[in-house]
């Protein structure tokens, strides 16, 4: 599949992926892909993508990809079900996504200074939250 995808920045690439699973999360959908070339897996969201077409060249799905031990490995953030309310700041290039994409139904969206937001929404419990190297969780 050939793709011209959007990043946050407004950047736009051209790539030739190969498209292994559908997953929503919260009120994005992503497109799990392999890109030529390379041996690891990315997520790509719908809503960035740009121009999508058919291409002709053809490739073997991955043997090792499972999409459950995928997402076990917390990939997409899913988790046993329980919930907790999550306040975090992240700096605005890194959590422009969650002004287009929510991550609850009761996010909200704090200025908390002229780089950063002040996030509170309630998650799944689980470690995707957690990780990421541009937040840091204030409860």
Known sequence: MNVEYQNQHGKKNKAQVMPLALVQQGGAMY?????????????????????????????????????????????????????????FSISHSAGFHLTETPLSKDQQILEETEAFYRIQATVPDNRFYFHHPQAQALQ
């Open 31 to 87: 497109l799990v892909v392999q890109y030529e070339g390379f041996e690891n897996y990315r997520h790509l969201a719908l809503h960035r993508i740009k121009k999508a077409a058919v291409s002709t060249f053809s490739f073997e799905y991955p043997k090792d990809f499972n999409l459950k031990h995928y997402q076990e490995q917390g990939n997409f953030g899913f988790g046993d079900g329980s919930m907790v309310k999550l306040t």
